[in-house]
């Protein structure tokens, strides 16, 4: 028995000499359709953590679980504004770059951004737009915005996202108002647009939104453009629009929640994810914009060839701030407005 005692200190020793815990597991909370499961079984057949892996479909639900105190995770994939919010509010953790050598790996211009402007606290993962979806074998009209698909004709043809910062966005745009100035008086301009909107919705995904478009159940979508890009690559009917009256460009990052019990496990995932290897493995299975430039130098000319992985004219793009109480005004709205119609 003594022997036994003496073998579990001393595994305790050389795990925390390692800097990780006896547990040896993380527990990441991300976005749906996002992470390869092949890179999470590899990361554990390699270092022997365990990633136990719950997601979210919207920033909004990441930071209300987090608020409310549930999960206990270690590592999280907020977007850029979520992040600055949370950094903040002292929600994550200070990175412990000498853990992080394949940061390297990412491209200048994805570093120093305005959320995080030290690099502190993320690590940039995937970029990408929320644009619009046209299967050219049965839409035949130059869709150019949202205007454009926001049509009585195109009643019950149509998936959009199911989140309501970007519905409420893609409106504020429709009548010219600034994407990131959202308050009553401009909630109350835009109430009429999306009631009308909401008549014309089949289907509200943030998952999968590709899904009906590829079965053929609607024909017009506006989407994540890593979804986009399945699409193309699963036939060039589905052509990519990037709105003209402007877009999302959105920056999802990988952080490390402050009260995070595995820090050195979220560590070591997150410097496995920036190999790029791994990180072309990402982009095979989700193709948005990827900001790893080593993994870039990995992918195929047809890759990089994507017009919605890659835009060549990426148009007008705004990255979301921060909106504070008004987050919560936007979910009022849209609750009212989806449950009258």
Known sequence: MKSLKKLLIVLAV????????????????GWSEYVPQDVLDSFT????????????ASNEELLSKLVAGGGNYDLIQPSEYAAKLMIRRGMLAPLDKSKLPNLKNIGPEFRGLVHDPEDKYTVPYMTGTVGIVVNTDVVKDDIKGYKDIFLPKFKDRLVVLNDNREIVTWALYTLGLPASEINRDSLAKVRPVIADWVKLVKVFDSDSPKTPL??????????????????????QKFKYVLPAEGAHRFI????????????AEALALINYILRPDVSRIISDNFPYTNPNLAARELLTPEQLANPASYPVEPGK??????????????????TDLKSSQ
């Open 45 to 56: 057949a390699e270092t022997g953590i365990k990633v136990n892996f719950e997601t979210y």
């Open 214 to 235: 590829l079965n053929g159940d609607v024909d017009l979508g506006i989407v994540w453009s890593g979804e986009a890009a399945l699409l193309w690559n699963e036939d």
């Open 252 to 263: 999802d990052i990988l952080a490390i929640p402050a009260d995070a019990p595995h820090k």
């Open 14 to 29: 050389l795990s925390s000499a390692v800097g990780l815990s006896a547990a040896n597991e993380v527990n990441l909370f």
């Open 317 to 334: 793009l705004e990255t979301f701030r921060d909106i504070g109480k008004a987050a919560a005004d936007i979910d009022r709205l849209m």
